[in-house]
């Protein structure tokens, strides 16, 4: 099971150890497009921005090209997003277990701990 267009890393591997993969997408991620107000509203007090994936990472840099200076800093679900993140500038990163709601959370206080 996987969302429209999912990442082929866990098919790959299971078809390089000789199985057959058949998909049923399940979901479809859709971007909410926000307005320049919106989003002025929401960055005005240089909020610390999570994600759960790089797929939104990329979604919220397409709409706000600097991010990365408009936030304290980022809580990432994985080493991936985390470079994903160093790539589009961000220089305060954090690193949660998962995208989890809890390893998040527990990332957030790791944060705030700092």
Avoid: C, H, N
Avoid at 60 to 79: L, N, T
């Amino acid at each position: 099971w996987r969302g429209v267009g999912g990442r082929e890393t866990l098919a790959q591997t299971l078809r390089d150890r000789g199985a057959e993969v058949v998909y049923a997408e399940l979901y479809q991620r859709l971007v909410p497009e926000y307005s320049e107000r919106e989003w002025q509203q929401v960055l005005a007090q240089q909020p610390l921005l999570l994600v759960s994936s790089g797929q939104g990472l990329e979604a919220i840099a397409a709409q706000q090209p600097r991010i990365s200076d408009k936030v304290r800093g980022i809580i990432a679900p994985s080493r991936r997003v985390a470079e994903l993140a160093e790539s589009l500038g961000f220089k305060e990163i954090q690193v949660a277990a998962s995208a989890q709601d809890v390893d998040m959370l527990i990332a957030v206080k790791a944060w705030l701990a700092k």
